[in-house]
């Protein structure tokens, strides 16, 4: 699979962003400006551990010559961290090779500018050679973005390891500063944060889009720290104990889903998303408090056993963008805005995480089902396509590889038919885009002399 996407994107899309598989030409999103290459970036570290040595080097070379940061253009701050940022690390931390540190820290460098605010919430967008930031227009009273801000930690504290340079993790670590000093509403973190007034936005909460990764890199702050970030750990296990108590509810046929809170109301929806949080429920569990860790497997394993239904319930056995639990239906999309599936990995991350943590063979069977699917409806002669209506029995492709299949859902795929031994989590932690980065050990705080 990895091998058709990456030999089409090479044949029809080489040093662009991304691959239109069914016009056969190159994509480029806006998320990136003018920043080229997203595919080659992200797929990298996949072309490392499937041992694809030829495919690596020429990545590589790519990289060496052609990866240019030097470009007039406003980029997502979050997408660029977690796509080429994240790429470039776990490519020098799996290879050695000097170009992937030296390009991360040169973007990490360009970033800095978005942290430019009266509080040192970062700007969502930024233009990188102007170093101007703004806010999303559409985002709560030019609000800042949870899983925005919130999903810099990990990269940017890799980012002062290997450069010597304090100044990254400082940035993250005010972030926390700001949350800490702020009023959570029944203990929850609302998805809107104004980078002006440090108020939050309106009272939305998810556990989905808008949210999602900041809970996540709480915890993998916690694991990458070997375990001294008390802070992050704190912030993780509360905040998983607010979204018990709020959020997360059982449907009348058994399904346990996680729900989004409007301002003190439920909205019984569950987007693909959400699904991760699955497989971050199982690996935080061994550290929970008060001999919650059998508690922690169960609530991973619920939501894995949701989002499996959500799979399952369709024509294709490929999950909606987003699943309701209302009027009667249970794990089914009921808008046909969400009935779409853009080769989305947070499903089979779960599996991934579930079955390193339980070793049911349960979750190789239905990441299986989900590789059938994917070979049966998205791939096309062109590479890997999403799809329209999964509910529907004729493919509608929507003629895009998106970076993440290769980063993310392939990555995950392989990991769950691997030995264990493949990337081990006490040695690695993924970001948000799949790219691991290693555990930092106590030992290790002060080497940073030696690798630069």
Not at 148 to 165: A, D, I, K, P, Q
Request: net charge negative; glycine share 10%; proline share 4%.
């Amino acid at each position: 699979m990895m091998k058709h996407a990456w030999d089409n994107y090479k044949r029809y899309a080489w040093g662009l962003n991304e691959l239109k598989p069914i016009s056969k030409q190159g994509h480029s999103s806006n998320l990136f400006g003018n920043i080229q290459g997203a595919t080659i970036v992200d797929a990298l570290d996949t072309l490392y551990i499937m041992e694809m040595k030829e495919e690596f080097k020429e990545a590589k070379e790519w990289v060496e010559k052609n990866l240019d940061f030097n470009v007039n253009a406003e980029i997502s701050v979050f997408e660029v961290n977690i796509r080429f940022v994240g790429g470039l690390l776990s490519a020098y931390y799996l290879s050695g090779e000097e170009v992937f540190r030296k390009k991360a820290v040169e973007l990490g460098e360009k970033l800095l500018p978005a942290f430019n605010t009266p509080t040192g919430i970062p700007w969502a967008l930024l233009n990188i050679k102007s170093g101007i930031g703004r806010n999303w227009p559409w985002a709560s009273g030019g609000s800042s973005i949870l899983a925005e801000f919130g999903t810099l930690h990990l990269e940017f504290v890799h980012l002062s390891h290997l450069s010597g340079n304090p100044v990254f993790a400082e940035k993250v670590m005010n972030i926390r500063k700001v949350l800490n000093r702020l009023d959570k509403p029944e203990g929850l973190y609302p998805n809107y944060l104004n980078p002006s007034s440090g108020q939050w936005g309106q009272h939305h909460v998810s556990i989905g889009g808008l949210g999602d990764s900041f809970y996540e890199y709480l915890l993998k702050a916690w694991l990458m720290s070997d375990k001294t970030d008390e802070e992050g750990k704190t912030m993780y296990y509360d905040a998983v104990q607010a979204i018990e108590t709020h959020l997360i509810r059982k449907s009348s046929g058994g399904l346990m889903y996680i729900a989004e809170w409007k301002g003190g109301l439920l909205e019984h929806k569950m987007g693909h998303l959400t699904c991760f949080a699955g497989g971050m429920f199982a690996l935080g569990a061994d550290g929970a408090p008060n001999d919650k860790t059998g508690h922690h497997i169960e609530l991973g394993a619920e939501i894995a056993r949701t989002c499996h239904e959500s799979y399952d319930r369709t024509s294709m056995k490929l999950g909606p963008e987003a699943f309701r639990f209302d009027g009667g239906v249970e794990a089914i999309a009921t808008r046909q805005n969400e009935k779409y599936y853009i080769l989305r990995p947070e499903v089979i991350e779960t599996y991934m995480y579930m079955w390193r943590l339980t070793h049911d063979p349960k979750y190789r069977q239905w990441g299986w089902e989900a590789v059938e699917a994917l070979e049966k409806h998205c791939r096309v002669d062109g590479g890997y396509s999403g799809i329209r209506d999964v509910y529907n029995n004729h493919e509608s492709h929507d003629d895009v590889q998106q970076s993440f299949f290769l980063s993310e859902t392939l990555k995950y795929l392989y990991l769950l038919f691997s030995e264990d031994d493949l990337l081990p989590f006490e040695h690695w932690v993924f970001n948000t885009e799949a790219h691991p980065l290693p555990v930092l050990h106590k030992d290790d705080g002060n080497n940073e002399d030696e690798q630069k």
